[in-house]
């Protein structure tokens, strides 16, 4: 009981001194108690099924960003690891019958794989010869898939799939358990060691190889990575969805998951997910005149980058908080001296 | 025989659209991805003036080629311009704006395929080959325009000053050249471009709004196979890749839908040879 106590209490200053100090960490807080807790409020389906599939999306924006945003290599082709998790774990399940519970992370390891084979190639291609060429790899993959309709089912795609669990709330908490669970794992990668390495390679590759790191090492690990969470929300979304289809591999997904991650703001992990959650409910909430929802959803991207060419969030971030021109911590931005440090802020 | 004439529409038209987007890209460094969209939104211009006002049609392609360089300007001026430092960002404006272009169009004119008549009737035969006057027509004027381009490029004190912006902005910039003023022409030139591509082409194909997203990858990949900012190797390689997707059709008629895929194997396939591409210089890098 005595030992109970003291972790609570341990528990209740860590939130006091290090949550409750910066709102943006109370969002943060309160995104997962709200998603973890709505279900207590609403169990409408509609609902639900979008915060699934909103779920699904976020995971694929913050893997793009993984390997984008933060080491700098532009991939214009992030619905191929979509597609070949799709598509991978939907094979797995129907020709071999494996169960969801196996064939959504075996698809996830086929993603990798397609990291890795996007990646060794592209090793030598810098910025935007880079991007060019990765937006090519989704659409050689969507001619095979073509070629051979016996196996992949051609332009209806694999049909039939069983989902992971049967029962709304089981999906539901499914699906936001893993973007949660994933999302804290991205930003945990990117606040370690591991993430510093990614954030220099974006800012100066040379420099970093004089420093006597191999970048080819970590510029692959950051691809293989982005496969592997892309891979499993395509996975997801196959088994969701119930069908893996060429929609997976389209060049418009790629195109969305890069305007997603932009929107919310690069290299921040937090930004895409939190632009997926205003995004896709927003293009859902205006399917009312299905013939302007597109229209819509471009000019509301198009102004907002007019104003905030940094991102949404990233803005967002900066009115509501301001960083010590001392120690570099982030305060309130209603603070007049540094939380820490006592110094001036400007 | 019909290769080689289907190789060479396809390989003219995605000549003509690279070279505009390799130039803006070099004078700039913007990734314009509405660059075929332009293209897309010409073609309808062409088929609204000419088919649905009954003009005729050289007078009205000169208009919508006039007026879609204006959207151009324009787009570039007030969406572009302002968030130029901020890549990412100038990217997804792009995007963005070549979905609006898709969109409004889909409003406009519906998403059936539309398709208009051509300038000149008839067709000669050539070893038991139909041959178009329009195809002939079309590739005649493909060619005038590069040549008059090319003369622009490099015959012209404008050209000159393109040219040395492309290579490097900031000395350029020292030596008294009005780097926003160049790339506000430059934009107009490959707009252009974009728009006579549409001129073109209208006449031989049909057109649906989402008609601007096949010619954009093989675009880019026209681009990067020849080296980005290189006009020879974007020449050299939109016939390489035009011929490519020609042949597969011709060889393998049930597998049409690999001709895409074929064709950006073999750009990747160069690529790893040759990062650069084709044609291209290998940059020191920018720090």
Same mark, same amino acid.
Request: glycine share 10%; aromatic share 12%.
């Given at each position: 009981?005595?030992?109970?106590?003291?972790?609570?209490?341990?528990?209740?200053?860590?939130?006091?001194?290090?949550?409750?100090?910066?709102?943006?960490?109370?969002?943060?807080?309160?995104?997962?108690?709200?998603?973890? #807790?709505?279900?207590?409020? &609403?169990?409408?389906?509609?609902?639900?099924?979008?915060?699934?599939?909103?779920? /699904?999306?976020?995971?694929?924006?913050?893997?793009?960003?993984?390997?984008?945003?933060?080491?700098? +290599?532009?991939?214009?082709?992030?619905?191929?690891?979509?597609?070949?998790?799709?598509?991978?774990?939907?094979?797995?399940?129907?020709?071999?019958?494996?169960?969801?519970?196996?064939?959504?992370?075996?698809?996830?390891?086929?993603?990798?794989?397609?990291?890795?084979?996007?990646?060794?190639?592209?090793?030598?291609?810098?910025?935007?010869?880079?991007?060019?060429?990765?937006?090519?790899?989704?659409?050689?993959?969507?001619? /095979?898939?073509?070629?051979?309709?016996?196996?992949?089912?051609?332009?209806?795609?694999?049909?039939?799939? +069983?989902?992971?669990?049967?029962?709304?709330?089981? $999906?539901?908490?499914?699906?936001?358990?893993?973007?949660?669970?994933?999302?804290?794992?991205?930003?945990?990668?990117?606040?370690?060691?591991? #993430?510093?390495?990614?954030?220099?390679?974006?800012?100066?590759?040379?420099?970093?190889?004089?420093?006597?790191?191999?970048?080819?090492?970590?510029?692959?690990?950051?691809?293989?990575?982005?496969?592997?969470?892309?891979?499993?929300?395509?996975?997801?979304?196959?088994?969701?969805?119930?069908?893996?289809?060429?929609?997976?591999?389209?060049?418009?997904? &790629?195109?969305?998951?890069?305007?997603?991650?932009?929107? #919310?703001?690069?290299?921040?992990?937090?930004?895409?997910?939190?632009?997926?959650? /205003?995004?896709?409910?927003?293009?859902?909430?205006?399917?009312?005149?299905?013939?302007?929802?597109?229209?819509?959803?471009?000019?509301?991207?198009?102004?907002?980058?007019?104003?905030?060419?940094?991102?949404?969030?990233?803005?967002?971030?900066?009115?509501?908080?301001? +960083?010590?021109?001392?120690?570099?911590?982030? $305060?309130?931005?209603?603070?007049?001296?540094?939380?820490?440090?006592?110094?001036?802020?400007? | 025989?019909?290769?080689?004439?289907?190789?060479?529409?396809?390989?003219?038209?995605?000549?003509?659209?690279?070279?505009?987007?390799?130039?803006?890209?070099?004078?700039?460094?913007?990734?314009?991805?509405?660059?075929?969209?332009?293209?897309?939104?010409?073609?309808?211009?062409?088929?609204?003036?000419?088919?649905?006002?009954?003009?005729?049609? %050289?007078?009205?392609?000169?208009?919508?080629?006039?007026?879609?360089?204006?959207?151009? @300007?324009?787009?570039?001026?007030?969406?572009?311009?302002?968030?130029?430092?901020?890549?990412?960002?100038? *990217?997804?404006?792009?995007?963005?704006?070549?979905?609006?272009?898709?969109?409004?169009?889909?409003?406009?004119?519906?998403?059936?395929?539309?398709?208009?008549?051509?300038?000149?009737?008839?067709?000669?035969?050539?070893?038991?080959?139909?041959?178009?006057?329009?195809?002939?027509?079309?590739?005649?004027?493909?060619?005038?325009?590069?040549?008059?381009?090319?003369?622009?490029?490099?015959?012209?004190?404008?050209?000159? =000053?393109?040219?040395?912006?492309?290579?490097?902005?900031?000395?350029?910039? *020292?030596?008294?050249?009005?780097?926003?003023?160049?790339?506000?022409?430059?934009?107009?030139?490959?707009?252009?471009?974009?728009?006579?591509?549409?001129?073109?082409?209208?006449? *031989?194909?049909?057109?649906?709004?989402?008609?601007?997203?096949?010619? @954009?990858?093989?675009?880019?990949?026209?681009?990067?196979?020849?080296?980005?900012?290189?006009?020879?190797?974007?020449?050299?390689?939109?016939?390489?890749?035009?011929?490519?997707?020609?042949?597969?059709?011709?060889? %393998?008629?049930?597998?049409?839908? @690999?001709?895409?895929?074929? =064709?950006?194997?073999?750009?990747?396939?160069?690529?790893?040879?040759?990062?650069?591409?084709?044609?291209?210089?290998?940059?020191?890098?920018?720090?």
């Amino acid at each position: 009981m005595g030992l109970l106590g003291f972790y609570l209490r341990k528990f209740y200053s860590l939130v006091k001194g290090e949550v409750l100090v910066l709102p943006s960490r109370i969002i943060v807080g309160l995104f997962f108690v709200i998603l973890l #807790g709505l279900p207590l409020i &609403s169990q409408n389906p509609y609902l639900i099924r979008i915060i699934i599939l909103t779920s /699904i999306f976020a995971i694929l924006a913050a893997s793009w960003d993984l390997l984008s945003g933060f080491t700098g +290599q532009m991939n214009f082709g992030q619905a191929l690891f979509f597609g070949v998790g799709a598509y991978t774990s939907a094979l797995l399940h129907i020709h071999i019958h494996i169960p969801p519970w196996g064939s959504v992370p075996l698809g996830a390891v086929a993603a990798v794989l397609a990291g890795l084979i996007v990646g060794i190639p592209c090793l030598r291609l810098k910025h935007t010869y880079l991007a060019l060429t990765t937006l090519a790899f989704p659409i050689i993959l969507m001619g /095979i898939v073509f070629a051979l309709p016996d196996l992949t089912g051609g332009e209806l795609g694999i049909s039939g799939l +069983q989902r992971l669990t049967n029962s709304l709330l089981g $999906n539901y908490y499914l699906h936001v358990g893993t973007l949660l669970v994933l999302g804290t794992v991205m930003w945990k990668i990117t606040d370690s060691h591991t #993430g510093i390495i990614f954030h220099a390679i974006r800012e100066d590759e040379l420099a970093v190889k004089a420093s006597g790191i191999n970048t080819t090492r970590y510029k692959l690990l950051a691809f293989s990575l982005s496969g592997l969470f892309a891979g499993l929300s395509g996975g997801l979304y196959a088994h969701y969805m119930r069908i893996a289809g060429p929609s997976t591999l389209e060049i418009s997904l &790629s195109f969305t998951v890069v305007i997603w991650a932009i929107f #919310g703001g690069v290299a921040t992990i937090y930004g895409p997910i939190a632009s997926v959650f /205003i995004l896709f409910p927003l293009l859902e909430f205006i399917r009312f005149w299905p013939e302007y929802r597109t229209l819509i959803f471009a000019f509301v991207v198009l102004l907002i980058l007019l104003y905030m060419p940094e991102g949404l969030i990233t803005w967002a971030r900066d009115k509501i908080e301001k +960083q010590c021109p001392r120690c570099k911590i982030r $305060n309130v931005a209603t603070r007049t001296t540094c939380r820490v440090c006592t110094a001036e802020l400007d | 025989m019909n290769i080689i004439i289907a190789g060479l529409i396809t390989g003219s038209m995605l000549a003509l659209l690279s070279i505009g987007f390799s130039l803006i890209f070099g004078v700039a460094r913007i990734v314009n991805i509405a660059h075929t969209a332009f293209y897309m939104v010409a073609a309808y211009g062409i088929f609204y003036l000419s088919v649905r006002l009954g003009l005729h049609p %050289i007078p009205g392609m000169l208009l919508a080629v006039a007026a879609i360089t204006l959207l151009g @300007l324009l787009a570039y001026k007030f969406l572009i311009d302002p968030i130029r430092e901020h890549e990412g960002a100038v *990217l997804i404006a792009t995007i963005a704006l070549a979905m609006i272009f898709q969109e409004v169009t889909l409003l406009i004119f519906t998403g059936d395929y539309l398709s208009m008549v051509s300038l000149i009737k008839g067709f000669f035969t050539l070893g038991g080959v139909k041959i178009f006057y329009q195809q002939l027509l079309s590739f005649g004027v493909v060619l005038l325009i590069m040549l008059v381009l090319w003369f622009l490029l490099m015959k012209t004190k404008l050209g000159l =000053a393109i040219r040395s912006i492309a290579e490097d902005r900031e000395v350029a910039n *020292l030596m008294g050249m009005n780097e926003s003023r160049l790339a506000m022409i430059t934009m107009g030139i490959s707009v252009a471009l974009a728009g006579f591509t549409g001129a073109v082409i209208a006449p *031989l194909t049909v057109l649906s709004p989402y008609m601007w997203m096949e010619p @954009l990858i093989m675009m880019m990949a026209v681009v990067v196979l020849g080296g980005l900012g290189s006009i020879k190797g974007s020449f050299v390689a939109a016939y390489i890749l035009g011929f490519t997707e020609a042949l597969v059709v011709f060889l %393998i008629p049930k597998g049409a839908f @690999l001709k895409g895929s074929v =064709a950006l194997s073999i750009m990747i396939l160069v690529l790893l040879l040759r990062p650069e591409g084709l044609f291209g210089i290998a940059f020191e890098e920018e720090r």
